[in-house]
């Protein structure tokens, strides 16, 4: 009986042992189904993540109240920004822009399209309110191979004429750690952006020197787009040409005082000579010719004015006793400081010598 007895209580603690041991496995195996729950809920978290970033065509909601909207796309493009009004913008796609040659605001290239298409910001309302930031991503593998360092690398702004993308320095920013470059301080995000490159080793702005020769020429690509190109004084050339050509800018020292109109002198004792490989092909052209304001108040000490005094004129390249006559003063106009130069548009053929003329100036003695 003492055995029976005993047989009736071991088995009841075998029981109780095999219902704890089942307990702890299903709390494993749940931990383990919940493990994996959590981690397939983690990934299509952050797939359905990725799937909700906007893409082009989507209505994307901006806040308002100067709270910060910060929206990525899903191909890396990235606006940053703050509004004092809840308001609404959308991104589309151009694959077909303005060839990104076509640059201004920054001399040197060539320049290179680093994408195939262009973005084109449009906001519900017109907005010239905002602090913001747009920024688009490059593959440093992709610029080496184009030649293009990280430097080198702008987000550029169609200009309003549509003839160019427009490059400004004081608003550029490369974020090397991120592989991005930005467009800063802006009011206003409404326009079309694209990503270009340099395919250059210089940084910067690229000056020309006066002379003849491969790397002292300004090559200007035929096309529908404007190109700029600038000399180590700061004559600066913008030019739309139907063919592409070459620029160079020589010194001619000496000013005969019998070939100025008259009452008149020139500033300085010299003269630009503008040549290109085509002369006579059809171009729209804006040239900016620096003046050295202290030149003038030495002439007239008692004031002077650049403005009403200071007006650009032209001869033929090959002139020698021609007469300078004045560019018609409607395509003049005067940039006093900070820039001190003579904006001169609207030109068809720049092939020639150029001075700048003072009116009402002293008899030399």
Known sequence: MALISRVPGAFILFLIFQLFRNNVLARNILVARNGTTIALNTTMAMNTSKEALPTFGDSVQILGAMKRTDQNFQDGLQLDLFSPKSRTLEVQQNKSPLGAQFVTGNTGGPFVALSNYSYIIKMNETANDLIAKLEIPYNPAMLSTMGVSQ??????????????????????????LENNTRIIKMTSLDGEYMLVGRQLADTGNVFVQFGQGATRTVNFTGGPGVQEGEFIDGMRFSVQANNSMGLNVNLKPGINPGTLPANTMSLNSFAWIVNTSSPFSKIDAKMLVPFNRNMLVAMKPAGSSPTTMLTVAKRALNGTSGQFMPIDAARQKVLELPDDRIEVSGMTQLDGQYVILVTNAPKPP
């Open 151 to 176: 430097a080198n690398t702008y987000v550029a702004t169609l200009a309003a004429d549509q003839k160019s993308w427009a490059i400004d320095d004081a608003t550029r920013n490369v974020h090397v």
